[in-house]
């Protein structure tokens, strides 16, 4: 952590009788930590090029830390070891909009600059002096409302304007997929002959959402659609209706494009994916905190794209290149 080499300086620069101004920006190497969601997540996998993309073009170092799940009791101890660390500023995804904002707020008394990168902690306005989670500096991200009402028309249009879907997502608390199924419903009252069914949630595992899938067509022979509203959601939907015998009758619209999502458009298991720019979110965090590192004033929110992925478009280099790294 620089603080603590500065201060190391300034002792022996009073020792030594000498004086000495404050370091500029070039001669000091700043650190960086970023915590993922989970690590093992082709999301975060590329959000982590992004941001070494961005660390090794401002010369600072970056340290990549996080769990195997996306989980806050695992999140937690994770983001303690890196406090211990004493980065100079920290980029997190919090995997829970409460239970992260007391550990957060030790990195912040630590002195550490702190981002939320993908996900966001209390309402996710941050700096308006409200709410016990307002002090992170900034929050990248997708706009994951807009990107839940996009999931609705693409699915709207899949079944004709008419039938009964349902979201199939995480657990609530997160942010992202808490606004998605949010903007998704949003999205579905422009559509009175479709039917939203009841939310079903798979914490993150992929075989769960594939039986609630089919538990879900058993109850509702005239199941239309499904919206996957993240990575593991979307696959899961895509193999749950895959065993139900339904590919291409009962649609499936994915967040989130791994290579696996990319092959199932192309067999017709999915319709429609909707790819966030997780490089995108990583180089400008990175950007972001190397701003407020040196002294710039920084926005508080930092909106990312998305591009939508069809069967159609899918060969198409401008639009590969936003499929995630595996
Ligand atoms: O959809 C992404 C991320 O935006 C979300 O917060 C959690 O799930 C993913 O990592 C995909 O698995």
Redesign the pocket.
């Known amino acids: 952590m620089i603080r603590r080499h500065f201060a190391g300086a300034l002792a022996l620069a009073a020792l030594a009788g000498a004086s000495i101004g404050p370091a500029s920006a070039q001669d000091e190497k700043y650190t960086i930590a970023l915590i993922p969601?989970l690590t093992t997540?082709a999301?975060?996998i590329t959000m982590h090029k992004g941001a070494q993309a961005a660390a090794d073009a401002l010369g600072v170092e970056l340290v990549f830390q996080g769990a195997p799940d996306?989980n806050p009791t695992l999140q937690v101890p994770v983001l303690q070891a890196v406090i211990a660390r004493q980065p100079d500023a920290l980029l997190i995804?919090p995997t829970d909009k409460q239970q992260l904002i007391a550990p957060l707020q030790q990195a912040v008394d630590a002195g550490i600059k702190v981002i939320t990168v993908?996900?966001f902690i209390d309402d996710g306005q941050y700096q308006d002096g409200s709410g016990p989670g307002d002090f992170p500096l900034s929050y990248v991200a997708s706009d994951n409302v807009m990107g839940g009402k996009m999931a609705a028309r693409a699915l709207a249009e899949a079944i004709g304007g008419k039938g009964k879907v349902y979201v199939s997502n995480v657990k609530p608390g997160?942010s992202?997929?808490d606004q998605r199924e949010e903007g998704f419903k949003q999205g579905m009252e422009e559509f009175p002959d479709i039917e939203v069914l009841e939310t079903q949630f798979n914490d993150n595992d992929a075989n769960k959402a594939s039986s609630q899938l089919q538990a879900v067509f058993a109850r509702n022979q005239d199941l239309a659609g499904v919206f996957g509203a993240?990575?593991?959601s979307a696959f899961g939907a895509a193999d749950g209706v895959k065993a139900a015998g339904k590919t291409g009758e009962i649609k499936v619209v994915a967040?989130?494009t791994p290579t696996r999502i990319i092959d199932d458009l192309k067999s017709g298991s999915v319709d429609f994916a909707i790819a966030?720019h997780p490089a995108e979110i990583g180089y400008y965090g990175v950007m972001t905190a190397y701003a407020a590192l040196t002294g710039q004033s920084v926005p508080t929110t930092i909106g990312t794209g998305f591009t939508v992925m069809t069967k159609d478009n899918i060969d198409d280099p401008e639009i590969q290149r936003f499929v995630y790294s595996d």
């Open positions: 969601g997540d999301f975060y996306f995804a993908d996900t997160i992202t997929t993240n990575l593991f967040f989130d966030q």
